[in-house]
């Protein structure tokens, strides 16, 4: 059985980081994308970034250009979104994703598969 399992949200005040972790289990996701997606209140979940299965790919919504960095070690299967010069706007819920096709840079949010229970982040002006 998947499962994505994200750690790291919390309460932090305008400016400060927080590092989001996911860790997957009951398979091997090394040759799959793997993305963050967010949801605030009352709207739709939105895309934040996407790696490759190699890593070297990467793509960042351009409201946390710059602030926040994606990355992933696929020994362990694990998934990180460091996230700094935090801004209220960036409150939400946020849901690590695994893609549907190994093998393929998954862009849209419908191409994502798996998905985890969500972890709040809370940014505090």
């Known amino acids: 059985q998947v499962q994505l399992v994200e750690s790291g949200g919390g309460l932090v005040q305008a400016g400060g980081s927080l590092r989001l972790s996911c860790a997957a289990s009951g398979r091997t996701f090394s040759s799959y994308t793997m993305g963050w997606f967010r949801q605030a209140p009352g709207k739709e979940r939105e895309f934040v970034a996407r790696?490759?299965?190699?890593?070297?790919?990467?793509r960042y919504a351009d409201p946390v250009k710059g602030r926040f960095t994606i990355a992933r070690i696929n020994a362990k299967n694990t998934v990180y979104l460091q996230m700094n010069s935090l801004k209220p706007e960036d409150t939400a819920v946020y849901y690590c994703?695994?893609?549907?096709?190994?093998?393929?840079?998954?862009?849209?949010?419908?191409?994502?598969?798996?998905w985890g229970q969500g972890t709040q982040v809370t940014v505090s002006s």
């Open positions: 790696i490759s299965w190699s890593g070297d790919d990467t």
């Open positions: 994703a695994v893609s549907r096709y190994s093998g393929y840079v998954a862009n849209r949010k419908d191409e994502y598969d798996y």
